[in-house]
Structures are given as C-alpha cells and as structure tokens.
C-alpha cells in the first residue's frame, strides 16, 4: 500500500452562491480527467484522431533515466494487458511512480501518454467491483490509509467538516489500521519537515454507492500482506471528522452521492464563467485559469485532432489565442508565436482573425522586423470584414503602419497611413483624434513644412482641451510638441513659454525629480536664456493655470 499527499477540497457550504475558486477549480479539474481520457482513448481507436498509431510503450520510454526502469519497461511492453494493469499498477516500478507524479503534477504529456493504463485500471476496478466481493463481504466495513500532510493542509481538512475530498489519484487502501499506520509512521520518520504530520485517513465504506469504485485486490497485486483495496481514480468522501487518536491525526471519510449534484453544479458555474460548453475545452480552461497555461498549451496539441474531429474549430481558435496572449505577457514570445498561428489555422471568424493578426504584427513590430509587421497589417487592410467587426482595430493598425514608414523616412507613405487613421478618429476618439493629428505633424516638421506641422499641434492641443482637464499630462505632451517645433523655427520665446507651461504640468503630477522633469529643464537651459529668474505669471496667459508666482531656474543663470 503506497501513498502521497495532495488533495482537493469541494465546499458543501456555499451552494446558494457558487462561483469558481482556485479550490473548486482544482477539485472540478481532477473529476473531469478520468471522463476526458475515457474519451481520448475511445477517439484514439474509433478514429476520430489522427493518433492511430498510439504506442503507450515508445512514448513512456523517453521518461527512462535508470537501468532498472528500462528493464521494468521491457517486461511491461512484453507482458502488460488491460486485464492485468492492476498488477502494474501495485507493483513498485517506475510506471506506478510516473503515473503518479503526473496526477499530482497536472502533466498532460505524460497523462495522455499514460492514458491507456489509467482507463484499464480504471475499467479493471469497475468489473472486479461488481465481480464477487471477496474479502469485503459486509455491507458497510472501515479502511485506512496512512499519509503525510502539511499542517496548512490539516487546517484546511479541519474547517472543511461535512464537505467534499477527493484524494486526486488511485488510492491505495489497506482492511487493516497497523499496516496504515505503518505507512504514516514511517512518512513522519523519513521527512525532516517539522511542517508535516502522519495522519491516517479512516474510511467508511458502504457497498452500494455508485459512484465509489473500488475493488479487493490482495490477490491481483503484488503486495500480498498489505490486504489492499483501491479506490478507482478521484473517488470523492465526505470529511465526517478530524481529530488527534493516540497521537497521531485521523482523518474520518466516507464514501458518498451526496456530491453528485454539487459538481454538477460546479460544471455549470465553470462553463458559464469560462463561456465554454465543449468539456474537452472545459478541462483546458480550468487548467489555464489554475495559472498552468503552459500545461494547457500541450494539453491543446495533443486534443487538437480531436476537437477538429467534433468541428471545434472556433472554440479552439479562442483558446489558443487566450494562450498565446499569456504566452506574449510572460515574455515567451516565440511560444506566443506558435500558439497565434494555430488561431489563423483554426478560424475564420473575421473579428478573431483579425485580432490575432493585429497582435502577431504588434509582436514583429517590438522586435524591429518591419516587413514582416507591416506584412500582417497589411493583411487587416485587405480585409474590409475584419476591419468592419473591429471597429477599434483599424485606427491603431494605420497609426502603426505610420510609426513604420516614418522611421524607415518614407514620409508619404506615413502622411497617408496617419491621414487614414485621423478619418477613422474623427468619427470615434477625440482623444486617438488628437494623438493623429500630432503623428501627422511629426511627419510635417520632419519634412521641412513647419507650418503645416504647427496647425496639426495647435488643433491637438484644443481637442485634448475639451476632453481632459487643462493640468492632465497629454496637455503637457502638446505644449512639449509645439516647443520643440518652436525651437527648430527659431521662435525661442514662444518655446520658452510652451516648455515651462509643459514643465508646470509636469511638477503637479510628477515628482520633483522625475527624468521627464529633469528633461524638460534641460531643454529650457538648452535654449540658452540668461534671466536669473522667470516671472511665470507674466508667461503663462491661459485663466485656468494658478501657477507659483516664481520659479528659480538655475538653468537661465
């Protein structure tokens, strides 16, 4: 009889409000495993996967690392039916340590490469659990387990009395208490973390409760003193008590219906939240919202055949465009890459495909690599159903193609892309208006066409007038525009009355010493005035500025 720790916890209290936890998240996740790899392995061989050739034995084999192992997989390819993997399951090698450490990591590599064993095992239980009872011939009757726990998690089993635990594997179970506590004792010997306590999990039985599998299998397995029962996968108990006997922590369960309902109603909280009805996506979903989106990236290549077998075409694109975002916000940005191209592959929704090209131009835009951004922008361009759906794409993908062309000093190309993009803004954003407007003055001043350049800034600054307040810092991003044009003309003085009204802005919603302050008074000192002081009041003409009546600029000495 084997053990490890780790479970998860379903709340019996809050069914008049139930909504999506980590907890409940974890909980639903591992009930929804076994129900997915029944019907992966049906697709496997009905051909509904492109996997036909589904080789459990090849696949486990690049998780060898020992001489012993490669031995006990070669016996294991010889010898291993659906019919005996409760044998391989009890017998101490490294598929059983594999098999488990996948379970409590979430590893969907190699829990799909270990997908035929589990559904065996499983199915091998349910037939011996209907078969004769053999040793278990009473109608009710007690087991244990013995285990190690942290003490956050006893806490937790503590302030969970009447709710749910499923032990999130196959539970190995022994008809005697010792042989449990031999376990736990042995647990508490062997770990040096003052953390961790041995508990014995002590566990009613009831025969007749469907949806507890489990089945005596002394005379299958390899342990033939441990008088061992297993529990098929994820076998949910009610937590009937918690308390400290003979020194040790007991954990009483039994087996139950009651939760039946309640996950259910779980399933439904989840596929609303997630707004996704598809279970194979479902199970996905939960594994992203758990934060493992790298998990749920592998699970997505690996059920991808299956979903497009099920004609979930849309539904995968989605999800692998959520994924690629995550990717994209982690900084994986080649992974972002690849998961945003399966979106294109997988869709033709217009709104979607469009984003996902917008986003993967955005990404070579960051990199500097302007073809190719300018390849996918172009693409939006072209497709009048994509920039219809998205009514808030196509001002940004102009403004871009602009910031490219001018860098690359195609200014006319610039003019236009920046031109189309202030048509687009006139009709939604006066704020993105004004933001058009100082793009195509950038492009003027870097033509020579100094005029044309400061009535683009003047009508950018009065627009940002009448939408925010006259101290907010896109104000202060004008008045910098118009000095800086200001200055190329020779108008000193003008520049000099825009930059310190820019630099009043600055210090009411920046710190003293912040670098666009410092900036700002570098380029006043720049302009080489030798006042000693300057008489802000006299300056600064606009009613709505209450500025400091002086200000000393060391800079004018």
């Known amino acids: 009889m084997k053990s490890c720790s780790g479970f998860s916890v379903l709340s019996f209290r809050s069914q008049s409000s139930l909504h999506l936890t980590r907890e409940s998240a974890t909980f639903i996740w ?11 392995q049906s697709d496997l061989y009905t051909g509904n996967s492109t996997n036909n050739s589904f080789d459990i034995f090849n696949k486990i084999r690049k998780y060898v690392v020992k ?64 078969a004769a009872p053999n040793k278990l011939t009473s109608s009710t009757f007690t087991l244990y387990r013995g285990a ?12 969970n009395i009447g709710s749910f635990i499923s032990l999130n594997r196959f539970t190995s179970t022994s008809r005697e208490r010792d042989i449990a506590l031999t376990y736990a004792e042995a647990y508490s010997s062997t770990d040096n973390d003052s953390d961790v306590y041995p508990i014995i999990y002590e566990i009613n039985c009831s025969v007749g409760i469907h949806s507890a599998v489990f089945a005596d299998v002394e005379q299958y397995g390899t342990n033939l003193n441990e008088k061992e029962v297993l529990f098929g996968f994820s076998t949910v108990f009610e937590i009937t008590s918690v308390e400290l006997k003979d020194d040790i922590w007991t954990v009483k369960l039994c087996n139950t219906n009651k939760h039946t309902q309640l996950v259910d109603n779980y399933l439904d909280v989840a596929k609303h939240e997630m707004k996704e009805s598809s279970s194979e996506l479902l199970f996905g979903r939960l594994l992203f919202y758990l934060g493992e989106y790298k998990t749920a990236g592998t699970y ?28 994209y916000l982690n900084g994986e940005i080649d992974f972002a890459l690849d998961t945003y191209y399966s979106t294109l592959k997988y869709s033709t929704n217009h709104t979607l495909v469009a984003c996902t090209l ?17 390849d996918y922008y172009q693409k939006i361009v072209e497709s009048e159903k994509a920039l219809y759906d998205c009514d808030s794409l196509p001002s940004a993908v102009y403004t871009t193609m602009g910031i ?12 236009y892309c920046y031109r189309k993009a202030m048509e687009i803004d006139t009709k939604h954003d006066s704020v993105s208006l004004a ?20 009535a683009y800034y003047m009508d950018a600054q009065k627009i940002r007038l009448k939408v925010v307040s006259p101290n907010h810092m896109s104000i202060a991003t004008s008045f910098l525009n118009l000095a800086t044009l200001y200055t190329l003309i020779g108008e000193k003085k003008l520049a000099l009355e825009c930059y310190l009204n820019a630099l009043y802005i600055q210090k009411l919603n920046l710190q003293e010493n912040h670098p666009e302050v410092n900036e700002t008074i570098a380029k006043i000192r720049r302009l080489g005035f030798s006042e000693g002081k300057i008489d802000l009041q006299r300056v600064l003409q606009k009613s709505h500025y209450t500025p400091k009546p002086w200000i000393s600029l060391s800079c004018f000495d």
């Open 300 to 327: 997505v290549k690996e059920i991808a055949p299956i979903l497009l077998g099920k004609d979930k075409y849309e539904s995968l694109a989605r999800f692998c465009f959520d994924i690629g975002r995550r990717y």
């Open 404 to 415: 490219i062309y001018q860098s690359m000093e195609e200014y006319e190309k610039a003019l």
């Open 67 to 130: 001489d012993d192992d490669s031995c006990a997989l070669d016996e294991f390819q010889k010898k291993y039916s659906p019919t005996n993997a409760v044998y391989w399951y009890t017998r101490n090698t490294f598929i059983y340590r594999l098999l488990n450490k996948a379970i409590k990591t979430r590893n969907i590599d190699i829990l799909y490469t270990l997908n035929s064993l589990i559904v065996d095992l499983q199915t091998q239980l349910e037939q011996l659990s209907t």
């Open 30 to 40: 591992y009930q929804l495993l076994l129900r997915l790899l029944k019907d992966i």
């Open 358 to 374: 917008f986003t993967i131009a955005n990404v070579y835009f960051e990199r500097n690599d302007y073809e190719r951004a300018l």
């Open 435 to 454: 933001n058009s407007m100082d793009n195509i003055a950038s492009v003027c001043e870097q033509m020579n066409n100094y005029d044309t350049a400061l």
């Open 148 to 159: 190690r726990i942290r003490s956050d998690e006893l806490e937790q089993l503590k302030v």
